[in-house]
Nanobody
Framework: QVQLVESGGGLVQAGGSLRLSCAAS????????MGWYRQAPGKQRELVAA???????NYADSVKGRFTISRDNAKNTVYLQMNSLKPEDTAVYYC????????????WGQGTQVTVSS
């Protein structure tokens, strides 16, 4: 089993920055990729950014150039650096982990609220 704990959310003004952290524990050998999802009120959960065990990354078009996903393998932690935040980035952000050989994310954190004021 894998446990994911997010931190770093909060309230920030538009144009500001936040860094989210996701600390992973448990059986991490099965994890092939980590991702950050977000869900705004009344909207579906969407993938914001993902990073594989090899370091390859991908981003939603809406955050390209503003958000950066990274990982510190020694600390079993994944980060999401968010710059130039916009009110439309307001959402609950979730960390997720995906097993090798699977297409869907199996492990989820509890979520952290990010609120961007205009």
């Amino acid at each position: 089993q894998v446990q994911l704990v997010e931190s770093g959310g909060g309230l920030v003004q538009a144009g500001g920055s936040l860094r989210l952290s996701c600390a992973a524990s448990g059986n991490l050998f099965s994890i092939n990729a980590m991702g950050w999802y977000r869900q705004a009120p009344g909207k579906q959960r969407e993938l914001v950014a993902a990073i594989t065990s090899g370091g390859s990354t991908n981003y939603a078009d809406s955050v390209k150039g503003r958000f950066t996903i990274s990982r510190d393998n020694a600390k079993n932690t994944v980060y999401l650096q968010m710059n130039s935040l916009k009110p439309e980035d307001t959402a609950v952000y979730y960390c997720a982990g995906k097993n090798k050989g699977t297409l869907t994310y199996s492990y989820w954190g509890q979520g952290t609220q990010v609120t961007v004021s205009s």
